[in-house]
Protein backbone atom coordinates (compact mmCIF):
# COMPACT_ATOMS: atom_id res chain seq x y z
CA UNK A 1 0.00 0.00 0.00
CA UNK A 2 1.14 3.42 -0.99
CA UNK A 3 1.38 5.65 1.82
CA UNK A 4 2.76 8.65 3.58
CA UNK A 5 2.91 9.24 6.91
CA UNK A 6 4.03 12.31 9.28
CA UNK A 7 4.35 11.73 12.77
CA UNK A 8 6.34 13.75 15.82
CA UNK A 9 4.23 16.63 16.05
CA UNK A 10 2.99 17.92 19.49
CA UNK A 11 3.00 21.09 21.64
CA UNK A 12 6.16 22.91 22.31
CA UNK A 13 7.26 25.79 23.48
CA UNK A 14 8.35 29.11 22.07
CA UNK A 15 11.94 28.44 21.42
CA UNK A 16 12.16 24.98 21.93
CA UNK A 17 12.50 21.93 18.72
CA UNK A 18 10.78 19.08 17.49
CA UNK A 19 11.51 17.20 14.79
CA UNK A 20 8.69 15.49 12.71
CA UNK A 21 9.34 12.26 10.33
CA UNK A 22 7.43 11.18 6.69
CA UNK A 23 7.71 7.92 6.54
CA UNK A 24 7.12 6.37 2.96
CA UNK A 25 5.74 2.50 2.45
CA UNK A 26 4.92 1.35 -1.01
CA UNK A 27 7.81 3.37 -2.98
CA UNK A 28 10.95 5.06 -2.59
CA UNK A 29 11.44 8.47 -1.57
CA UNK A 30 14.93 7.91 -3.14
CA UNK A 31 13.29 9.06 -6.19
CA UNK A 32 11.35 11.56 -5.14
CA UNK A 33 11.32 15.27 -4.59
CA UNK A 34 9.64 15.45 -1.25
CA UNK A 35 7.98 18.95 0.09
CA UNK A 36 7.29 19.73 3.69
CA UNK A 37 3.66 22.12 3.58
CA UNK A 38 1.65 23.43 6.33
CA UNK A 39 -1.21 25.50 7.13
CA UNK A 40 -2.11 27.34 10.31
CA UNK A 41 -5.75 27.97 11.04
CA UNK A 42 -7.59 30.56 8.55
CA UNK A 43 -4.45 30.54 6.23
CA UNK A 44 -3.55 28.83 2.83
CA UNK A 45 -1.44 25.80 3.25
CA UNK A 46 1.95 26.77 1.84
CA UNK A 47 5.27 25.12 0.67
CA UNK A 48 8.39 25.49 2.93
CA UNK A 49 10.80 23.12 2.87
CA UNK A 50 12.19 20.62 -0.25
CA UNK A 51 14.50 18.07 -0.86
CA UNK A 52 15.61 17.18 -4.32
CA UNK A 53 15.80 13.10 -4.71
CA UNK A 54 19.03 12.28 -6.02
CA UNK A 55 21.98 14.88 -5.15
CA UNK A 56 19.54 15.80 -1.57
CA UNK A 57 19.77 19.42 -2.07
CA UNK A 58 17.15 21.30 -0.04
CA UNK A 59 15.38 24.38 -0.47
CA UNK A 60 13.78 26.17 2.48
CA UNK A 61 11.47 29.35 2.68
CA UNK A 62 12.62 32.51 4.04
CA UNK A 63 10.21 31.89 6.95
CA UNK A 64 11.93 28.74 8.06
CA UNK A 65 15.52 29.15 6.78
CA UNK A 66 18.19 28.87 9.29
CA UNK A 67 15.30 27.45 12.09
CA UNK A 68 14.45 24.64 9.95
CA UNK A 69 16.02 21.24 8.13
CA UNK A 70 15.09 18.98 6.26
CA UNK A 71 17.15 15.58 5.53
CA UNK A 72 16.63 11.84 4.18
CA UNK A 73 17.49 8.68 5.67
CA UNK A 74 17.34 6.62 2.55
CA UNK A 75 17.58 3.00 4.50
CA UNK A 76 14.70 4.42 6.75
CA UNK A 77 13.32 5.48 3.51
CA UNK A 78 11.67 8.83 5.97
CA UNK A 79 12.09 12.56 5.12
CA UNK A 80 12.75 14.82 8.71
CA UNK A 81 11.57 17.98 9.31
CA UNK A 82 13.94 19.32 12.04
CA UNK A 83 12.40 22.43 13.39
CA UNK A 84 14.63 24.81 15.58
CA UNK A 85 13.60 28.12 17.73
CA UNK A 86 10.03 27.49 16.91
CA UNK A 87 7.64 30.57 16.90
CA UNK A 88 3.85 30.70 17.68
CA UNK A 89 3.66 31.23 14.26
CA UNK A 90 4.91 27.77 13.16
CA UNK A 91 1.92 26.24 14.47
CA UNK A 92 -0.08 24.90 12.01
CA UNK A 93 -0.90 21.40 10.52
CA UNK A 94 2.50 20.11 8.74
CA UNK A 95 2.07 17.70 5.71
CA UNK A 96 4.75 15.97 3.65
CA UNK A 97 4.09 15.45 0.47
CA UNK A 98 5.88 13.54 -2.71
CA UNK A 99 6.34 14.62 -6.37
CA UNK A 100 7.65 11.91 -9.15
CA UNK A 101 9.21 14.62 -10.94
CA UNK A 102 12.10 12.85 -12.28
CA UNK A 103 15.38 11.64 -10.35
CA UNK A 104 17.39 14.86 -11.34
CA UNK A 105 15.22 17.29 -10.46
CA UNK A 106 16.37 20.02 -8.09
CA UNK A 107 14.50 21.63 -5.57
CA UNK A 108 14.76 25.43 -6.18
CA UNK A 109 11.40 26.21 -4.56
CA UNK A 110 9.00 24.72 -2.93
CA UNK A 111 6.80 21.97 -4.72
CA UNK A 112 3.68 22.58 -6.12
CA UNK A 113 0.55 21.97 -4.36
CA UNK A 114 -1.27 20.26 -7.50
CA UNK A 115 1.58 18.16 -8.85
CA UNK A 116 2.28 16.19 -5.46
CA UNK A 117 1.52 12.34 -6.60
CA UNK A 118 1.20 11.55 -2.72
CA UNK A 119 0.21 13.41 0.41
CA UNK A 120 0.01 12.23 4.26
CA UNK A 121 -2.65 13.52 6.33
CA UNK A 122 -0.30 15.54 8.16
CA UNK A 123 0.41 16.45 11.93
CA UNK A 124 -0.53 19.29 14.15
CA UNK A 125 2.17 21.72 15.41
CA UNK A 126 1.56 23.88 18.71
CA UNK A 127 3.71 26.43 19.73
CA UNK A 128 2.31 28.21 22.56
CA UNK A 129 3.37 29.09 26.12
Known amino acids: QVQLVESGGGLVQPGGSLRLSCAASGFSLDYYAVTWFRQAPGKEREGISCISPKDGSTFNADSVKGRFTISRDSAKNTVYLQMNNLKPEDTAVYYC??????????????????????WGKGTLVTVSQ
Open 97 to 118: AADNIGTYYTCRGPGLEYAMDY
